[in-house]
């Protein structure tokens, strides 16, 4: 059993940074796979990032490609999305995940209750 909180978000203006924690329960975090994903108002349920259990393997979705960095420090059962040059359109609430890879929410068993992310243009 895993259990995911997520802490970080908040308001910021475009262009600058904010960095997401996703504070993980459960002895066997690190044999899971991470992920993040996001949902805007009335939007689906998009895939972020992920990473693989040892962090050396790491995915993202094409719109965050070379802003967003996601990262694991298993001795503090914790997973990181870093995100810079933040954009107006990556206002969501964003959810951390555990135990799928990639694009497929459906692949992840564990599911944090998310944070909210704000950014003004």
């Known amino acids: 059993q895993v259990r995911l909180v997520e802490s970080g978000g908040g308001l910021v203006q475009a262009g600058g940074s904010l960095r997401l924690s996703c504070a993980a329960s459960?002895?066997?975090?690190?044999?899971?796979?991470m992920g993040w994903f996001r949902q805007a108002p009335a939007k689906e349920r998009e895939f972020v990032a992920s990473i693989n259990w040892s962090g050396s393997n790491t995915y993202y979705v094409d719109s965050v490609k070379g802003r967003f960095k996601i990262s694991r420090d298993t001795a503090e059962n914790t997973v990181y999305l870093q995100m810079n040059s933040l954009k107006p359109e990556d206002t969501a609430v964003y959810y951390c995940?555990?135990?799928?890879?990639?694009?497929?929410?459906?692949?992840?068993?564990?599911w944090g209750r998310g944070t909210q992310v704000t950014v003004s243009s």
């Open positions: 995940a555990a135990g799928g890879w990639g694009p497929n929410a459906s692949e992840y068993g564990y």
């Open positions: 459960g002895r066997t975090f690190s044999t899971y796979a």
